[in-house]
Structure formats: C-alpha cells, structure tokens
C-alpha cells in the first residue's frame, strides 16, 4: 500500500527517543515521500537500525535520522548515523550475515544483554523485498552510517489497495 514515509520515520524516532534516555536522538531532516511498502515491516526495518544505533553507541552519545528527497532519482535517502563503536572494514561486509557479529560488539557488550546477528540480515530481508538498496559507512571507533535507497511510489496516493 502507498504510505508515506515521513510518518513512519517520525513514529519510529518518536518511539526510540522515549527509550533511549541515555543518547541525543535527533530528527535532522524528514522531507515528505510516498512509497509503496507494508507498513508495518518498514516500522520493523527502521526499529532494527535504531535498535542497533542505542546498542553501539555508548552513553552520551548522537544518533541521527534523515530522510531526504533524492533529487535524481524518484527515490528518498534515510539516513541512521552514530558516533558509537564503529564496525572494522573487514566486519563491514559480513554484518548483513545470519547470526554475524563483529567481535566489537562481543568485547564491548559483554555482560549487557547479547543479541543474535538477526537483526540485520532481516532488515536486509525486507530491504529487498520493498526494492531498498542499503549502504554502509563506518569507522571503527568513530561511528556508523547506515544508508537507505528506497524508491518513491510510481502512483503517488492514487493507488488504491488498502
Ligand atoms: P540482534 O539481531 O539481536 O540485535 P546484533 O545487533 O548482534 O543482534 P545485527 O543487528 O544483525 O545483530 O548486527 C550485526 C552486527 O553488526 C552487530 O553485532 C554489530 O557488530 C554490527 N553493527 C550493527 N549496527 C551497528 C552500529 N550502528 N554500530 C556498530 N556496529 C553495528
């Protein structure tokens, strides 16, 4: 269904911001998109990566969302940026895996609550299921960009299958 995307990223932050007291979580930029998707899911995608961002950002940290119109394409860009932990180059290609974890997030995290390395490659799941192209940008111990390409809907709002 056609869904606009700058409610489901002010819901998703709105939600984050108010478990995660211990980090700056800011809304740079939401710039109005209709794309085609499952709401829901797309709610599952955007939480994976903020969950991700709170997880790997130490205390006092910033986490930044944007979503932008891409001038060029009929596409948005969202943005989830940290300036936590990092991932190492050579982890970079290997996080979208099942079950994957960088040794990073192994050594700095232990004792907290563990995770599973799902939560990625699910979002990668549904990234191709909805035409979502994700990047990655990252430093390790600087912090991590995650970039997604997801295409505006042909048919804007006259879609009709709700
Ligand atoms: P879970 O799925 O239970 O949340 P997880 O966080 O380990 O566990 P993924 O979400 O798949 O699993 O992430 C895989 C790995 O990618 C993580 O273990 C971590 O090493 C790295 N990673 C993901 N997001 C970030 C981030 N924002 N900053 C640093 N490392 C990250």
Same mark, same amino acid.
């Given at each position: 269904? #056609?869904?606009?995307?700058?409610?489901?990223?002010?819901?998703?932050?709105?939600?984050?911001?108010?478990?995660?007291?211990?980090?700056?979580?800011?809304?740079?930029? #939401?710039?109005?998109?209709?794309?085609?998707?499952?709401?829901?899911?797309?709610?599952?995608?955007?939480?994976?990566?903020?969950? #991700?961002?709170?997880?790997?950002?130490?205390?006092?940290?910033?986490?930044?969302?944007?979503?932008?119109?891409?001038?060029?394409?009929?596409?948005?860009?969202?943005?989830?940026?940290?300036?936590?932990?990092?991932?190492?180059?050579?982890?970079?290609?290997?996080?979208?895996?099942?079950?994957?974890?960088?040794?990073?997030?192994?050594?700095?995290?232990?004792?907290?609550?563990?995770?599973?390395?799902?939560?990625?490659?699910?979002?990668?799941?549904?990234?191709?299921?909805?035409?979502?192209?994700?990047?990655?940008?990252?430093?390790?111990?600087?912090?991590?960009?995650?970039?997604?390409?997801?295409?505006?809907?042909?048919?804007?709002?006259?879609?009709?299958?709700?």
């Amino acid at each position: 269904e #056609n869904v606009h995307l700058d409610e489901l990223v002010d819901d998703a932050v709105r939600k984050m911001k108010l478990v995660a007291k211990q980090h700056t979580l800011r809304l740079e930029a #939401n710039e109005p998109g209709i794309i085609y998707a499952d709401p829901a899911t797309m709610r599952q995608m955007m939480r994976i990566f903020l969950e #991700n961002a709170v997880k790997y950002t130490p205390e006092g940290g910033h986490i930044t969302v944007a979503s932008r119109r891409l001038p060029e394409k009929e596409a948005m860009q969202l943005t989830f940026s940290d300036d936590g932990i990092g991932i190492a180059e050579e982890d970079q290609g290997k996080i979208f895996e099942r079950f994957y974890r960088a040794d990073s997030s192994r050594t700095k995290k232990a004792g907290s609550v563990g995770g599973t390395g799902l939560g990625l490659s699910i979002a990668s799941w549904i990234a191709e299921q909805h035409d979502i192209d994700i990047a990655v940008e990252s430093e390790f111990d600087k912090g991590t960009k995650f970039i997604l390409t997801i295409p505006l809907s042909h048919d804007g709002e006259s879609h009709s299958d709700a």
